[in-house]
T-cell receptor
């Protein structure tokens, strides 16, 4: 199906484990984003990517790593998960990176770190 | 530092009533103000957006009102329906180059039949 997909949809892990969240889009959008959603904080940008092999930090990047070897994929890795990283993670994409571009969000991944 | 402040955190409205959600921003360089709608278990989706050269934008039952001098903007949902029950996020960004969206904390709207 066309669009933006995330996997897994739900994940339970333990403190200290490495976790990778996957994001795939079929539109060939240049820009991709990772957000975390926490009650009272709205959506906070973790990392974004302007194109393959170009990534940059957002508002809350500590403890996360991203890569973008292909335009359509933008995985997010928690190198050593902590309880504070329990959250709902959303991937998004936009055709261009201008401030007025619509961002299209995936369905989210609910992550619980025990 | 919260650059976009959104209120209320939650809102209950009767069917047919008007839902009003308010946002205030600090950075006068912001020039694009979208609202995203999120249903439970789904990702946010763009609902409506406004630029500061107009004071109001209407799309169906949804209207954005913008007050540049007060640095405030609001979403009005007329004739609210149970299907409008969702979380609403306001956001702001600057045009030119890549400028990230700054989101408000969100408002959970419940429309009771």
């Amino acid at each position: 199906d066309a669009g933006i997909t995330q996997s897994p949809r739900y994940k339970i892990t333990e403190t200290g484990r490495q976790v990778t969240l996957m994001c795939h889009q079929t539109w060939s959008h240049s820009y991709m984003f990772w957000y975390r959603q926490d009650l009272g904080h709205g959506l906070r940008l973790i990392y974004y990517s302007a194109a393959a092999d170009i990534t940059d930090k957002g508002e809350v990047p500590d403890g996360y790593v991203v890569s973008r070897s292909k335009t359509e994929n933008f995985p997010l890795t928690l190198e050593s998960a902590t309880r504070s990283q329990t959250s709902v993670y959303f991937c998004a994409s936009s055709e261009l990176g201008g401030g007025r571009e619509t961002q299209y969000f995936g369905p989210g991944t609910r992550l619980l770190v025990l | 530092q919260q650059q976009v402040k959104q209120s209320p955190q939650s809102l209950i409205v009767q069917k047919g009533g008007i839902s009003i959600i308010n946002c205030a921003y600090e950075n006068t360089a912001f020039d694009y103000f979208p609202w995203y709608q999120q249903f439970p278990g789904k990702g946010p989706a763009l609902l409506i957006a406004i630029r500061p050269d107009v004071s109001e934008k209407k799309e169906g039952r949804f209207t954005i009102s913008f007050n540049k001098s007060a640095k405030q903007f609001s979403l009005h949902i007329m004739d609210s329906q149970p299907g409008d029950s969702a979380t609403y996020f306001c956001a702001a960004s600057k045009s030119g180059g890549y400028n990230k969206l700054i989101f408000g904390a969100g408002t959970r709207l419940a429309v009771h039949p």
